[in-house]
């Protein structure tokens, strides 16, 4: 019998994991469906309850539900937990698990292009949601530093008392960050600048970036933020946030199917909708 999956979020229209997912069950010869469902707040819970009666085989969440939904699902993966969002759950027998395959998808993504994270210096910039799934998920693997740079400063002190897993992180200043950016091997933005509409705008200054540095943006649309062109203009490696969304992806169909899927050709598939060439 075919098997439903889907996506919840308010917006859904745009999301790509449909395209990606539904492409990989074609690919990989499983009978399943993949559906975006467009579901505001107040009609979270009964989604979940339906989805759950409907048998579905699982599903992702995304933007504004990754934390309200953690309460109405059976069982939290303990990463997730820690994070305290969740991006996919997995119905195992009628029970529904809540996992986070954020932070280690952009993991993933980011050991593709650095193989050995051990002895590398990582400046994140951001301390928000997004940031929070990456700092757990690159403390977990273990990184020789990673310290943040927040408008906020407090948030990003906030986000590293409560990661569980050792790490040697400081919570620095806009300043600090400017003047020492040269101490870091990978430079990792996590905020929504560069995006619509703060698409002319820089975090903060590249100009005592070393040469052979590591610049990634989670950011996907656009392809290449500001960051990344200026990243590129002073000789470092970049990476945007295609990469950190097909890796996502790929963790979630593997829980849901034991298959761990191509990602050259998710990316494929991402790219051909966006209509442009990862950078
Ligand atoms: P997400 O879940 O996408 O990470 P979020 O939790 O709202 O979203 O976090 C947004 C992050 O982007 C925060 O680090 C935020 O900084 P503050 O903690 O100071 O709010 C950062 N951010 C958003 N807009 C920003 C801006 N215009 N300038 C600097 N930082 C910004």
């Given at each position: ?58 599903f992702n969440i995304t933007i504004p539900h990754k934390i309200a939904v953690m309460p109405l699902l059976d069982k939290i993966d303990p990463l997730a937990e820690a994070i305290g969002a969740v991006n996919t759950v997995v119905n195992q027998d009628g029970l529904l698990i809540g996992y986070n395959t954020d932070g280690i998808g952009y993991v993933r ?171």
């Amino acid at each position: 019998m075919k098997k439903l999956f889907g996506v919840i979020g308010d917006p859904i229209a745009h999301s790509m994991s449909p395209l990606m997912h539904n492409d990989l069950f074609q690919h990989y010869k499983i009978d399943a469906d993949y559906l975006p469902f467009h579901i505001k707040e107040a009609q979270l819970t009964d989604a979940i309850k339906g989805l759950k009666a409907l048998g579905a085989g699982g599903f992702n969440i995304t933007i504004p539900h990754k934390i309200a939904v953690m309460p109405l699902l059976d069982k939290i993966d303990p990463l997730a937990e820690a994070i305290g969002a969740v991006n996919t759950v997995v119905n195992q027998d009628g029970l529904l698990i809540g996992y986070n395959t954020d932070g280690i998808g952009y993991v993933r993504g980011l050991t593709e292009k650095i193989p050995d994270l051990s002895d590398r210096s990582v400046l994140m910039i951001g301390a928000g949601g997004a940031a929070r799934a990456l700092f757990f998920s690159l403390a977990k693997v273990g990184v020789k530093k990673l310290d943040i740079y927040n408008r906020t400063i407090a948030k990003a002190h906030d986000l590293i008392s409560e990661c569980p897993y050792a790490v040697d992180s400081n919570a620095i200043g806009k300043e600090q960050a400017e003047a020492s950016l040269a101490d870091y091997d990978v430079i990792i933005q996590t905020t929504s600048i560069g995006m619509a509409p703060h698409l002319d705008e820089l975090p903060l200054s590249l100009e005592n970036l070393r040469e052979n540095a590591f610049v990634s943006d989670i950011i996907y649309n656009p392809l290449e933020t500001k960051l990344l062109k200026e990243a590129k203009k002073r000789q470092a490696r970049v990476q945007n946030g295609l990469d950190m969304f097909v890796f996502q992806g790929a963790l979630a169909f593997e829980l849901w199917t034991g298959i761990f899927p191509d990602p050259k050709r998710m990316k494929h598939t991402v790219e051909r909708q966006l209509g442009g060439k990862q950078c």
